[in-house]
């Protein structure tokens, strides 16, 4: 089964808001609320940002949220902040046999 | 503070293997679902493999499946991921990563910890 689809690339000055988005199809991110996002600065592990579409780790930001409306979810990140900059990944539950899909990551470059 | 570290990533030549391991620094393996996660050079993260910590099911992704094999030692507190039969695809970082589900039976399908990874080169 294919990745799920993000953008290659999103960019945003500090303070604004940008959106990523995750489009799948209705065998994973349609079919469960099991979407997850990390975010990843190259050599470092990647960190959990959101998981159950809305859900926020302790201690991640409150700038950072989650969003699902049919086979497309979204994460949000409010207030810009130059630390942000990263690449995202969005993953879901893709069911038995497939088990779990990722995107294939967005490179957020804060200008 | 729980850390996972891998290590026994290095070049190895087609058709050869190789075996990983993550050590975590103080969570059992026995009570959580342990991932293998891998980002190919310039590619996205692509999940690779899970076991379940109380019984030791495992599945995978159908690119490694009879391939690779995930398993883990509870008295180590280590999880390994032996690969045979590799290819030049296979290159690429691995990562080890926790579910947080803590029965030892059961999935979030999240990742709440991973480790820094170990590159698996696999080239003639």
């Known amino acids: 089964q294919s990745a799920l689809t993000q953008p290659a690339s999103v960019s945003g000055s500090p303070g604004q808001s940008i959106t990523i988005s995750c489009t799948g199809t209705?065998?994973?991110?349609?079919?469960?609320?099991?979407v997850s996002w990390y975010q990843h600065h190259p050599g470092k592990a990647p960190k959990l940002i959101i998981y159950?579409?809305?859900k926020r780790p302790s201690g991640v930001s409150n700038r950072f949220s989650g969003s699902k409306s049919g086979n497309t979810a979204s994460l949000t990140i409010s207030g810009l902040q130059t630390e942000d900059e990263a690449d995202y990944y969005c993953?879901?539950?893709?069911?038995?046999?497939?088990?779990?899909?990722f995107g294939g990551g967005t490179k957020l470059t804060v200008l | 503070e729980v850390q996972l570290l891998e290590s026994g990533g290095g070049l190895v030549q087609p058709g050869g293997s190789l075996r990983l391991s993550c050590a975590d620094s103080?969570?059992?393996?026995?009570?959580?679902?342990m991932n293998w996660v891998r980002q190919a050079p310039g590619k996205g993260l692509e999940w690779v493999s899970v076991?379940?910590?109380?019984?030791?099911?495992?599945y995978y992704a159908d690119s490694v499946k009879g391939r690779f094999t995930i398993s883990r030692d509870k008295s180590k507190n280590t999880l390994y991921l032996q690969m045979n039969s590799l290819r030049t695809e296979d290159t690429a970082v691995y990562y080890c990563?926790?579910?947080?589900?803590?029965?030892?039976?059961?999935?979030?399908?999240?990742?709440?910890?991973w480790g820094r990874g170990t590159l698996v080169t696999v080239s003639s």
């Open positions: 209705n065998n994973d991110v349609g079919n469960y609320n099991l």
């Open positions: 990563a926790r579910d947080p589900c803590g029965n030892g039976l059961c999935h979030y399908w999240y990742f709440d910890l």
């Open positions: 076991i379940r910590g109380r019984d030791g099911t495992a």
């Open positions: 993953c879901s539950y893709a069911g038995s046999f497939t088990w779990v899909l």
């Open positions: 103080g969570l059992s393996f026995s009570t959580y679902a």
């Open positions: 159950e579409v809305i």
